[in-house]
């Protein structure tokens, strides 16, 4: 999903092998904000999407959900989320709770950008409808940056909404936690003790990564007077923080960072960013750990784009990850192009999982029969996944000689992934239909 400066959000879906054309999925008499630091929000679980985003005019911006229930193949009408009248509501995010329904928070201020706050708004019907909003900082000191959009993680019946504060202008941190759905958000807590006083807002929000015992986060703040990309934590347990770390420890000098994103799980994760290190202009750079964030910043990897010969093209990268592979987009903005590029985390390093030689043959929709042909293979010992709509694996299988026989799965979309040994991979989308 992106937006343009037009005023227009696109989806595209991936089909195994290439991108279905570009939809346009808000009406043409509904224009959405589009910049380089704020846009649409999107977030799917299944076959349940939904985009979220604010109007123009600004000075009446007005905060729309777009559903769609079959993967993004066709889109619902716009929804309205907030029921302001006399504040201005703007940068929405949007994160999917239990039963597909929709959980979004989203500032509001002035028109002067004065007496802002970040509000909270749940679907109970599958996003047709939203309950009032309520305040997710009226326990934090001081008051919410007025421009840092703020970020929605879920966790069973816990809520987080991470938004950057404003104390006399130290502009830290901190999460909001509900542990009722959204229904009161009686704790805060300050994630972030870097203290980055500045008179102004930097418009640079946070990105976060929900696994079993915590919440993590990503953000941008000033360090020795170099703006770094610092990462803090929050145990589910205890709600309280853990110190904050520099992702990129080993880099020192004149350099500025960016826009972050994480993804991972408890052991495997990686973080994406901006970076001036190459001749001064952005580019993304990636760090990655299979240990926990206690190996971020020990790897760092430069994305390099082929078809392209210069520095500086590469800017706001969003990262997610499922079933052992990263998915990570970003904009070219030499060919203003937004590209995507999956890879796997080993012990060596973070490898393209594109493997044009492997390539795995079966009938889709499948019916009457469950063998799998791998071709074009290296021999070495394959391992596949299959898991269901949600992610999880339902069932997997090791060989050497290039051939799987399924079990009798129920009836139903499954997803399945290819693993070889030399880091190869092969990602589909399979519907079984039984004998």
Not at 83 to 101: K, R
Not at 191 to 201: E, P, Q, R, S
Not at 370 to 376: A, D, E, F, P
Request: aromatic share 10%; hydrophobic share 35%; net charge negative.
């Amino acid at each position: 999903m992106w937006g343009r400066t037009s005023g227009n959000i696109y989806v595209s879906r991936w089909n195994g092998s290439s991108f279905t054309a570009p939809l346009q999925i808000n009406p043409s008499n509904v224009f959405a904000y589009v910049s380089s630091a704020e846009g649409p929000s999107i977030e799917a679980r299944g076959d349940t999407v939904f985009v979220t985003f604010f109007s123009t005019p600004t000075s009446a911006s007005k905060i729309y959900s777009i559903p769609s229930y079959d993967g993004g193949i066709t889109w619902q009408d716009t929804v309205r989320v907030d029921n302001q009248s006399s504040l201005i509501p703007y940068t929405p995010d949007v994160a999917i709770g239990p039963g597909g329904d929709p959980f979004i928070a989203f500032e509001v201020s002035t028109s002067m950008l004065t007496t802002p706050d970040h509000l909270f708004s749940r679907s109970m019907d599958g996003g047709q409808t939203f309950t009032n909003e309520i305040s997710v900082t009226d326990s934090a000191p001081g008051e919410p940056c007025e421009c840092c959009p703020p970020n929605i993680m879920l966790k069973d019946s816990l809520v987080y909404v991470t938004y950057r504060n404003n104390v006399n202008n130290i502009r830290n941190f901190y999460t909001a936690v509900s542990t009722d759905y959204g229904n009161t958000f009686e704790e805060i807590v300050q994630i972030d003790n870097t203290n980055w006083l500045i008179n102004g807002c930097p418009t640079q929000p946070a990105d976060a990564l929900v696994t079993t015992d915590s919440l993590f986060a990503v953000w941008m703040t000033l360090i020795n007077t170099e703006p770094r990309i610092t990462l803090g934590a929050l145990d589910h347990t205890t709600r309280t923080a853990r110190s904050n770390q520099v992702v990129d420890y080993q880099m020192t000098g004149m350099l500025t960072q960016r826009n972050p994103s994480i993804g991972g799980n408890e052991d495997t994760m990686a973080v994406a960013w901006e970076d001036t290190r190459a001749n001064s202009n952005y580019d993304c750079y990636i760090t990655f750990s299979l240990t926990g964030t206690n190996g971020l910043g020990d790897q760092i990897v430069r994305l390099s784009d082929s078809a392209v010969s210069v520095n500086g093209n590469q800017v706001t990268p969003h990262m997610d990850y499922a079933s052992g592979i990263y998915h990570l987009v970003y904009q070219n903005a030499f060919t203003n192009s937004v590209i995507y590029r999956t890879a796997t985390l080993s012990a060596t390093g973070f490898e393209n999982t594109i493997h044009p030689s492997m390539n795995l043959a079966f009938q889709n929709p499948m019916v009457n029969s469950r063998k799998l042909q791998i071709t074009g293979h290296d021999g070495r010992q394959l391992t596949l996944n299959v898991m269901d709509l949600n992610g999880n694996v339902v069932w997997n299988k090791k060989s050497c000689d290039g051939e799987f026989v399924l079990p009798e799965l129920i009836p139903a979309v499954y997803f399945i992934s290819l693993f070889s040994e030399s880091k190869a991979t092969s990602y589909h989308k399979l519907l079984f239909l039984g004998q």
